[in-house]
């Protein structure tokens, strides 16, 4: 199983270790951070970009959701927020925040059950891809675009560029093409960073300028225009 970023938050250390211990029952290859507080989990996410986060709601100021709030609005992506609670009082509102709820005592079936659902959404929205003998799995929202020098690939993050061994009409077959468009035989690029597309290049919101060759401009536009929802 790929690795991910997961954190654990509860300011009560017996249902903090609780959560642990189920997340080890589900699968012994997750390695969860564990936080006491919300405060220890907010100071912890100005370096770390979690990938799922269990936190109670009702913990000392900050509560667990205003954690959450805060975490949700300066991390990008976002991470999967499951709420583990005592009352299911909260979920209207935690309505567009939270990935899921568990309700204490969590029943192990639940447990699986949401897991089982968190997989699936992080699995379904990131690209994997083996690199020195090494398994990578980007968030798709974390590739701003793709460009190839004959069989070598480098995809362009945020933060970092990774060199891989493929052509553009292989990721093609693996990526969402309802998110990426091909301008120029060279290039994918992510719709959702395009900031604005002129004659010759895309301008995209990082400052990169991609180019847009003649031939493909037409169908180019077309898919843009689609992802708009125009």
Known sequence: MTTWNIAVCDDEQDEREEVLRLINRYNEELIPLSFSSAKELLRAAENTKFDLILLDIEMTAPTGFEAAKQIIATQEPRPLIVFI???NAYTTKGYGVAFRYLVKPVPW????ITMDAVVDELT???FSFELNGKLHSLPLQSIYFIESFAHIAVIHTAD???RIRA???E???TLPMSRF??????YLVNMAYINSVAAEDIILTNGVRVPISRRRKQDFNKDFCRFLGR
Do not use: G
């Open 85 to 87: 609670t005592k009352s």
């Open 167 to 169: 052509t553009l009409s």
């Open 181 to 186: 468009a091909t301008p120029h035989k060279s």
């Open 109 to 112: 079936d639940d447990f699986v």
């Open 171 to 173: 990721l093609k077959q």
């Open 160 to 162: 970092e560029e990774y």
């Open 124 to 126: 379904a929205n990131r």
